[in-house]
């Protein structure tokens, strides 16, 4: 590997980038994708369907290894994903997976802490691994495509790397943001309507 090529060092960290934050929710795996798509469409160092490929392929083996330790693992691995997680988010989530687990598993991905919720829900009821990563894969295609947009909308106005890489970063984090809003307000419309409906019984 020619660690003067900007290419030997994007990709690598485009995939491991998404890939650990895929698992471990601590690196913005949306701002990456954003920022690698917006250098493929300012610089010659990287491609966009590469960027898209790679950024796929990352999204859902994290998705499959956060599966696995759902389903596979001991009550520790369990509690170790389910951090911070409420517990009512976790127990709403088991019951709509039952429902439509194919649905959920697309949604969750594309919703902003929806994900996790989702894959213990789904290593809870030990949804079928054949049915998983076929569902796993057209979420992670889809989740690729929208970050990627935002980068290639950045490259798109900016011809310098760095403020399109920046512009989509920014981009990402407001996406992410009302993204949040809308599905709080939406979560605590739904409780008041339980609550009224408790009131009138």
Same mark, same amino acid.
């Given at each position: 590997m020619n660690w003067t090529d900007p290419a030997s060092i994007g990709y690598p960290t485009l995939f491991l980038g998404v890939l650990i934050g895929s698992i471990v929710p ?49 009550? /520790? @691995? =369990?509690?170790? !994903? %389910? ?7 976790? $127990?709403?989530? &088991? ?21 996790i919720p989702v894959l213990l829900a789904a290593g809870a009821v030990s949804y079928p691994w054949r049915r998983l990563v076929p569902a796993t894969l057209a979420a992670c ?26 512009? /989509? @970063? =920014?981009?990402? !984090? %407001? ?7 809308? $599905?709080?307000? &939406? ?15």
């Amino acid at each position: 590997m020619n660690w003067t090529d900007p290419a030997s060092i994007g990709y690598p960290t485009l995939f491991l980038g998404v890939l650990i934050g895929s698992i471990v929710p601590i690196v913005p795996t949306g701002a990456v994708v954003g920022a690698a798509a917006a250098v493929a469409m300012t610089t010659p160092h990287l491609t966009l369907p590469l960027v898209l490929l790679l950024a796929t392929l990352g999204a859902a083996g994290g998705d499959l290894i956060t599966f696995a330790i759902a389903r596979l693992g001991g009550d /520790a @691995a =369990v509690r170790w !994903l %389910a951090r911070g997680q409420r517990e009512d988010r976790l $127990a709403g989530a &088991r019951e709509r997976f039952r429902r439509k687990g194919w649905q959920l598993i697309v949604v969750g991905r594309l919703i902003p802490a929806g994900r996790i919720p989702v894959l213990l829900a789904a290593g809870a009821v030990s949804y079928p691994w054949r049915r998983l990563v076929p569902a796993t894969l057209a979420a992670c295609v889809l989740w690729a495509v929208a970050y990627a947009l935002l980068g290639v909308v950045s490259g798109g106005i900016f011809d310098s790397p760095l403020i399109a890489t920046l512009l /989509a @970063a =920014v981009l990402v !984090l %407001a996406v992410t943001g009302v993204v949040n809003l809308v $599905a709080k307000r &939406r979560r605590d419309k739904a409780k008041e309507r339980q609550g009224e409906t408790k009131v009138g019984s």
